[in-house]
T-cell receptor
Framework: EAGVTQFPSHSVIEKGQTVTLRCDPI?????LYWYRRVMGKEIKFLLH????????ESGMPNNRFLAERTGGTYSTLKVQPAELEDSGVYFC?????????????FGPGTRLTVL | AQSVTQLGSHVSVSEGALVLLRCNYS??????LFWYVQYPNQGLQLLLK??????LVKGINGFEAEFKKSETSFHLTKPSAHMSDAAEYFC????????????FGTGTKLQVIP
């Protein structure tokens, strides 16, 4: 079974440009999460989808970030326009709905560098 | 609100020595606790988890952790370090229940010296 995949693995853009990150969850996983790790800091939660609906987007830093999950399958995270402080590693995770504990499986991350 | 504190951003041990990575948590509700590992150029991998069953939890690759409620700790140990254990380790906490975001610590990079 394929794990969580993310594309691209690396992205280098200039300040003010737009970047779109993609996450493909494990097939059948209704829950999809985005996290971000800024250099040297902790991995922080951004948002959570249940199927195509945003369940919790309390971690989204500002309105330059837009996440979508059309059809409840893959998700995209768009940053527009990108700022220097957006640099970091963006992780995606997915989980099934099994009740009290749903293990989150993480992808390899996308390393974003904004110059 | 939940938080995790990992003591030591870098830890060095000799091959064959005990590995001890410290983690303290804060949670207003009974927590689930996790240790994740990230090997170079790879994603986060779940090492072990505490989900309110046994307080001593065994994980993959010989690692284990003990949940100590009185000390709000969940330290990770391994009796004998191997070169392949060199990686970054993250302690994390979540609430119980199905849809819970995970709150991570800042990570500890483990170096194993031959």
């Amino acid at each position: 079974e394929a794990g969580v995949t993310q594309f691209p693995s690396h992205s280098v853009i200039e300040k003010g440009q737009t970047v779109t990150l993609r996450c493909d969850p494990i097939s059948g996983h209704d829950n999809l999460y985005w996290y971000r790790r800024v250099m040297g800091k902790e991995i922080k939660f951004l948002l959570h989808f249940v199927k195509e609906s945003k369940q919790d987007e309390s971690g989204m830093p500002n309105n330059r970030f837009l996440a979508e999950r059309t059809g409840g399958t893959y998700s995209t995270l768009k940053v527009q326009p990108a700022e220097l402080e957006d640099s970091g590693v963006y992780f995606c995770a997915s989980s099934q709905d099994r009740g009290s504990y749903n293990e989150q499986f993480f992808g390899p991350g996308t390393r974003l560098t904004v110059l | 609100a939940q938080s995790v504190t990992q003591l030591g951003s870098h830890v060095s041990v000799s091959e064959g020595a005990l590995v001890l990575l410290r983690c303290n948590y804060s949670s207003s509700v009974p927590p689930y606790l996790f240790w994740y590992v990230q090997y170079p150029n790879q994603g986060l991998q779940l090492l072990l988890k505490y989900t309110s069953a046994a307080t001593l939890v065994k994980g993959i690759n010989g690692f284990e952790a003990e949940f100590k409620k009185s000390e709000t700790s969940f330290h990770l140990t391994k009796p004998s370090a191997h070169m392949s254990d060199a990686a970054e380790y993250f302690c994390a906490v979540s609430g119980t229940g199905g849809y819970q975001k995970v709150t991570f610590g800042t990570g500890t990079k483990l170096q194993v010296i031959p």
